[in-house]
């Protein structure tokens, strides 16, 4: 992998893409470290984010000295950030802080002009989307200070999951909220049918969030520390404290196709699924 500045109309910028890894998890314990195919799932997660051609960089950040060491071996990058960030954004703003300088002092996220927070459990996330959203963002910059991307919900399961995240997208592309709850709520059965009856754009059950955030070095600020809003903790989503501090996120909607292959590796299901695809990819 050879970084590259990201060129938009003319103006190069620098963009870096920081991967949050631990070892902690409840459903699935040491779970970057976990096999797919060959290949740990952080390895499967660097190797995609590392095709991206709008990164300038690209770092795993983790607080696992066994996980730094294991992305040293694959070639990899990676910075050690504290145990105790609340948040992946917040390791994330440390990382690219300490990726701009060793000692990764406040103000050095300043030497990017985009910082992504590209999450360790999407192996299978396509490269491309990585890249439509920096020039979205890019491009946006002066409508949004973070963006992100959402894809079509296709089931009345999923629409009714709290483990599925919904956005509202308003007519300028700007997400109006994300909940766990079923948004937008259809009142009576008519609304209900007007919201799952499919259109042109796919859209059927409104739109599912995708865990893939660009920020502005500004916006990211709001993670600088654990200061966590009354909304986010309600619904355990990190993305509303950038809305709760008066900021606008941009939401660029994926077609289902291009993500109908990506999976979230949370489960030994999802990891399984996830081996499977990457075994009949290698024929």
């Given at each position: 992998?050879?970084?590259?500045?990201?060129?938009?109309?003319?103006?190069?910028?620098?963009?870096?893409?920081?991967?949050?890894?631990?070892?902690?998890?409840?459903?699935?314990?040491?779970?970057?470290?976990?096999?797919?195919?060959?290949?740990?799932?952080?390895?499967?997660?660097?190797?995609?984010?590392?095709?991206?051609?709008?990164?300038?960089e690209c770092v795993i950040a983790t607080d696992?000295?066994?996980?730094?060491?294991?992305?040293?071996?694959?070639?990899?990058?990676?910075?050690?950030?504290?145990?105790?960030?609340?948040?992946?954004?917040?390791?994330?703003?440390?990382?690219?802080?300490?990726?701009?300088?060793?000692?990764?002092?406040?103000?050095?996220?300043?030497?990017?002009?985009?910082?992504?927070?590209?999450?360790?459990?999407?192996?299978?996330?396509?490269?491309?989307?990585?890249?439509?959203?920096?020039?979205?963002?890019?491009?946006?910059?002066?409508?949004?200070?973070?963006?992100?991307?959402?894809?079509?919900?296709?089931?009345?399961?999923?629409?009714?999951?709290?483990?599925?995240?919904?956005?509202?997208?308003?007519?300028?592309?700007?997400?109006?909220?994300?909940?766990?709850?079923?948004?937008?709520?259809?009142?009576?059965?008519?609304?209900?049918?007007?919201?799952?009856?499919?259109?042109?754009?796919?859209?059927?059950?409104?739109?599912?969030?995708?865990?893939?955030?660009?920020?502005?070095?500004?916006?990211?600020?709001?993670?600088?520390?654990?200061?966590?809003?009354?909304?986010?903790?309600?619904?355990?989503?990190?993305?509303?404290?950038?809305?709760?501090?008066?900021?606008?996120?941009?939401?660029?909607?994926?077609?289902?196709?291009?993500?109908?292959?990506?999976?979230?590796?949370?489960?030994?299901?999802d990891l399984a699924r996830a081996a499977?695809?990457?075994?009949?990819?290698?024929?």
């Amino acid at each position: 992998w050879v970084a590259l500045n990201f060129v938009l109309s003319g103006v190069t910028m620098k963009v870096i893409g920081v991967i949050p890894s631990r070892l902690g998890s409840t459903r699935l314990p040491e779970k970057p470290l976990k096999d797919i195919d060959g290949k740990t799932l952080v390895q499967r997660v660097w190797d995609a984010a590392s095709q991206a051609r709008s990164l300038t960089e690209c770092v795993i950040a983790t607080d696992s000295d066994e996980i730094l060491r294991h992305v040293e071996s694959f070639g990899g990058r990676a910075v050690m950030t504290s145990p105790d960030h609340g948040t992946g954004s917040e390791r994330v703003l440390a990382a690219a802080r300490l990726a701009a300088s060793p000692e990764g002092k406040p103000g050095a996220e300043n030497q990017w002009d985009l910082i992504l927070n590209i999450q360790g459990d999407m192996p299978l996330l396509p490269p491309s989307v990585i890249d439509r959203l920096v020039g979205f963002l890019a491009e946006r910059r002066g409508d949004f200070q973070m963006a992100t991307i959402a894809t079509p919900i296709e089931s009345e399961e999923q629409f009714l999951s709290r483990s599925v995240v919904k956005v509202v997208i308003s007519a300028r592309g700007e997400g109006l909220y994300f909940s766990r709850a079923p948004i937008p709520f259809p009142r009576d059965e008519d609304g209900k049918r007007t919201l799952a009856a499919p259109t042109a754009d796919g859209f059927a059950y409104g739109f599912k969030h995708l865990g893939l955030y660009a920020f502005t070095p500004q916006a990211l600020l709001a993670y600088e520390k654990p200061d966590f809003t009354p909304l986010e903790k309600v619904e355990k989503l990190e993305q509303l404290r950038v809305l709760e501090h008066g900021n606008r996120i941009g939401v660029l909607p994926i077609e289902s196709q291009t993500l109908s292959e990506s999976v979230e590796v949370d489960t030994p299901e999802d990891l399984a699924r996830a081996a499977e695809i990457f075994r009949r990819r290698r024929g």
